[in-house]
């Protein structure tokens, strides 16, 4: 009996061990990714489409999300190194209307990071496409949503290596 324990020991360290040396080998954010949004269903910022062998990845947000105006949260970022999109849609299938604005020095940052303007009319849904290749790093924008029958939600994009 004390044969099985000792095994049984053994085996929970080397899980243990094994955990913690994949973790502290993981990469860790670099500067000013860290306070970027983590996809997260009930954020609105619901997943991550990964393309294999470059990075690029297109962040889809459901602009249904509850996430009410002046709450603090984190930016979605879109990497321009690794040429990422955002996809905006609404859970419920409805229309909605996107209007993009920089929240500090509109001059250097533009109204949108986008190489493509944003539709002036309500849609299903947009792909934003890539950022434009001058588009500032460091630069945030708030994104606003107007949703026929609904209160307008405010999340954020920023722009980063």
């Given amino acids: 009996m004390e044969n099985k324990f000792g095994c049984l020991a053994i085996a929970l360290f080397l899980c243990v061990a094994s955990v913690e040396l994949v973790w502290s080998a993981s990469p860790k954010p670099s500067s000013g990714e860290h306070d970027c949004a983590q996809a997260n269903r009930p954020s609105g910022y619901i997943t991550d489409i990964k393309f294999p062998g470059g990075g690029r990845r297109i962040r889809v947000y459901d602009v249904d999300s509850p996430e009410a105006h002046g709450h603090e949260h984190p930016p979605v970022c ?20 996107l209007k993009l604005s920089p929240q500090q020095d509109a001059q250097n940052c533009r109204q949108h990071p986008f190489e493509q303007d944003p539709p002036t009319d309500h849609v299903y849904g947009h792909l934003s496409g890539p950022l434009r290749p001058d588009a500032v790093v460091g630069c945030v924008y708030d994104v606003v949503f107007e ?12 722009v980063v290596e």
């Fill in 147 to 158: 949703k026929q029958g609904a209160m307008p939600s405010d999340p954020h994009i920023r």
């Fill in 78 to 97: 879109l990497s321009k190194k690794a040429n990422d999109m955002i996809f905006w849609t609404r859970g419920s299938g409805g229309k909605f209307k």
